[in-house]
C-alpha cells in the first residue's frame, strides 16, 4: 500500500504560479512511477504530467507542456507540481497517482493508489 498526500493547492490569478506537493509513505517509494491527474467540475480525470521511478523521464499533456514542471525527491519520498502561466483553464481539483511500474503512464487506469485531492482554482 502507498498513501498519497497532496498539498500546494489554492486560489491565484491568472499568469501566476503554484506548486504542487504529493508526500508518499508506505512501501517504497522509489519503485513506483507517478503521476498528477486532474479533474474539473462536470469533466473526466485527465492526465496532466507524469514521471518515471528515477525521475529520468517525464511526460506532459500537451496542454500545459512548457507551463508545468513535474520532478521527484525519492530521498524525501515526494513529488511535486510546478504549475507557472496559470489559466483558467487549469481550474480543478489536481490529484496525486502512484503506479507499481517503473515508466509513467497517461491513462488512469493504470494508477492504483490516489490522493484526495487538492483544490487548484485560477481567476481571469
Known amino acids: 500500500q502507498v498513501q498519497l498526500v497532496e498539498s500546494g493547492g489554492g486560489l491565484v490569478q491568472a499568469g501566476g504560479s503554484l506548486r504542487l506537493s504529493c508526500a508518499a509513505s508506505?512501501?517504497?517509494?522509489?519503485?513506483?512511477?507517478m503521476g498528477w491527474f486532474r479533474q474539473a467540475p462536470g469533466k473526466e480525470r485527465e492526465f496532466v504530467a507524469a514521471?518515471?521511478?528515477?525521475?529520468?523521464?517525464?511526460y506532459y499533456a500537451d496542454s500545459v507542456k512548457g507551463r508545468f514542471t513535474i520532478s521527484r525527491d525519492n530521498a524525501k519520498n515526494t513529488m511535486a507540481l510546478q504549475m507557472n502561466s496559470l489559466k483558467p483553464e487549469d481550474t480543478a481539483i489536481y490529484y496525486c497517482?502512484?503506479?507499481?511500474?517503473?515508466?509513467?503512464?497517461?491513462?488512469?487506469?493504470?494508477?492504483?493508489?490516489w490522493g484526495q485531492g487538492t483544490q487548484v482554482t485560477v481567476s481571469s
Open positions: 497517482s502512484a503506479r507499481d511500474y517503473r515508466m509513467g503512464s497517461r491513462s488512469p487506469m493504470e494508477y492504483s493508489y
Open positions: 508506505g512501501r517504497t517509494f522509489s519503485n513506483y512511477a
Open positions: 514521471i518515471s521511478y528515477s525521475g529520468s523521464t517525464t
